[in-house]
């Protein structure tokens, strides 16, 4: 079944749900050292604390990432755009002068960044041109101040003026406690 839409379409359309920035790395069984930057990532279990990203098939870094068993989530700062420029590239200088550190799996973890993960692949899937990662967090350091590195229609983007908290009622003070089921699960820091 052919859709009546192109690629350009539907990625005109996915385009502007807004995303958070993040690189993701692995460190091969010979030292070698793989990094991208992906808007694919996503919590999807508080327990057992669970991942995922996706990866393009055709990456020069897809067998590299295969082979691992693991890997790290660096969520970008809205101050290292250039960071995510770099490691959307190809070519081995995308490591060059860059400091990192490394947890339990071995994966770089890039120090500056919000928050990194640090993972155990639990299982791949198909995903049509992606393979579909979902990792066990392992480990994680996050940043209780900074502001996100956001990507919407194919440019960055800052974030804006904080709007209100989920199952607020706009204008109606003191909420707290407030009952909104129809958030609960949407994000992992919400539950009614």
């Avoid at 327990?47 to 660096?74: E, I, Q, T, Y």
């Avoid at 995308?94 to 799996?105: F, G, L, N, P």
């Amino acid at each position: 079944m052919n859709p009546d839409f192109d690629a350009r379409d539907f990625r005109d359309a996915v385009g502007w749900f807004a995303t958070g920035v993040t690189v993701i790395t692995a460190r091969g069984s010979d030292g070698a050292l793989y990094g991208v930057t992906a808007n694919s990532f996503a919590s999807v279990s508080l327990d057992p604390p669970l991942v995922l990203w996706s990866l393009d098939k055709r990456s020069p870094s897809s067998d590299g990432f295969g082979a691992a068993g693991h890997f790290a989530v660096n969520i970008l700062a809205q101050d290292q755009q250039g960071l995510s420029a770099r490691f959307a590239t190809t070519g081995p200088d995308k490591w060059r002068d860059i400091a990192h550190e490394s947890w339990e799996t071995g994966a770089p973890i890039l120090p500056g960044s919000l928050a990194s993960l640090d993972c155990r692949v639990e299982v791949k899937h198909d995903g049509g041109d992606h393979v579909i990662f979902i990792g066990r967090v392992l480990r994680l350091e996050s940043r209780r101040h900074g502001q996100p590195l956001l990507f919407s229609r194919g440019s960055y983007r800052a974030l804006g003026e904080r709007l209100g908290v989920a199952g607020e009622v706009p204008g109606v003070r003191g909420q707290e406690g407030i009952e909104a089921p129809e958030l609960a699960g949407l994000e992992p820091w919400f539950s009614a």
